[in-house]
């Protein structure tokens, strides 16, 4: 339990102070010096931060002096229309004072092109693709595991520990919430329909797979055992969900959210990735021979044509395979191995290596590739660092790795229109 005081600043303050003296003369015990966990970051207009101390017990009541407000719950908040500053909370009680002071950025400049980092411990890191610089970081509330963004700039991000969806659009900057999404895992836009569809990893003991309408409702379906990647067909509006638990993929009719077809897949099936034409879909076994599964990673390639055995191709072992980026033009699979801290090469007709694999940062992750710049980009979770490499060459960019927020899981980019143009020129 957190109590938040409404008076001023400095009688809140003065409050605290008499009370942690008060209770240090009658118990003759010293008052413990605790710490507000936050990032060293500028956190970005609409953030929502949870007030938790280190080094004492709650409950205890919160100061506030500078930009936002406090929440009920114990929540700090900025508003959507901070344009920066300061802030420092307080909180203290019988048995302890700390304070925090913190930045507060501008938004993201209109009208720019931005790399979003879904970084599971802080938020969303906003960076600028150019320097990778960051700009600031949209502290959700929660746990992102994944981040997408809409040729309009709206960026969703999931909450795999809670139930809620977050929505920060660009141009104007505004960041809003869409409840019922609950333990959300991946996120995708279909560009046909503006809806967003998060798979859930636990709905009643089941994964699931939501969808959410430019309205805000949301639709949950049920899928199979422990819903994690997705992957849209938009020409055909069929959502591709990968149940880890059940070894099956669920195709799922966009519109109507039922299931069209399961689809058995592989062990363990975590990731997935679909051909343009909408034909062959790939999918990631997570697993690896020294792991408590005691089974070889792998990338199998799936006919959605054929049924039956729709499993056309294989890959050799790998070491513990965990996200994929299908590179068309160059005729690529690109595969993270969170094992080996490398990104394997694959011929996507054959699942053949193409080349040896490319080292990278610590645990990557969900990797992205950028179409119009020619860039992948690969979030590191233990090395909090995002890779880039050049998609042509598969050489590392100048800066990269670059620092981002803790424990990074996903990156999504989006580019300005203008900016956009002169890229594809």
Known sequence: MIRRLTSSFAAAAVAIVALTATAQRSTGHE??????????????????????????????????????????????????????GTAMVIAGNAHGLASRSLRIAASPPDGSSVVAVA??????????????????????????????????????????????????????????????????????????????????????????????????KTVTLVTGQTAEGLVIDERRQIVYVANVNDATVAAVDARTMRVRRRIAA????????????????????????????????????????????????????LTFPVGIALDAPAHRLLVTDESADEIDVLDDRTLRAQRPAVATCHTPWKPTLDPVDRRLYVPCARADRVDVLDARTLARLPGAPFATGGYPLAVTVWHAPASANRSSR
């Open 31 to 84: 008052r413990a010096t605790g710490q507000i966990a936050a990032g060293a970051f500028a956190y970005l207009p609409g953030s929502t931060l949870p007030v938790r101390v280190d080094g004492f017990s709650a409950p205890y009541a919160l100061a506030l002096l500078g930009v936002g407000r406090l929440a009920d719950g114990g929540v700090y908040a900025i508003p959507d229309d901070a344009r920066g």
């Open 119 to 216: 970084s599971y411990e802080d938020g969303i890191a906003y960076h600028e693709p150019g320097d990778f610089s960051l700009i600031g970081m949209l502290a959700t509330g929660g746990a992102p595991s994944d981040v997408a963004m809409d040729a309009r700039g709206r960026l969703f991000a999931t909450d795999t520990q809670g139930s809620a969806l977050t929505l920060a659009t660009l141009r104007p900057w505004s960041v809003s919430r869409v409840d019922d999404v609950p333990l959300g895992d991946d996120v995708a836009v279909d560009a046909t329909t503006d809806a967003a569809f998060v798979t859930n990893r636990d709905v009643r003991g089941s994964g699931a797979l939501t969808r959410i309408a430019p309205s805000g």
């Open 266 to 317: 592989v062990d363990r099936v975590f990731s997935l990735a679909l051909s343009p034409d909408g034909r062959r879909l790939y999918a990631v076994s997570n697993q690896s021979a020294d792991s408590p599964f005691a089974a070889p990673g792998s990338v199998v390639a799936i006919a959605l044509d054929r049924k039956g055995t729709p499993v056309v191709a294989r890959s050799a072992p």
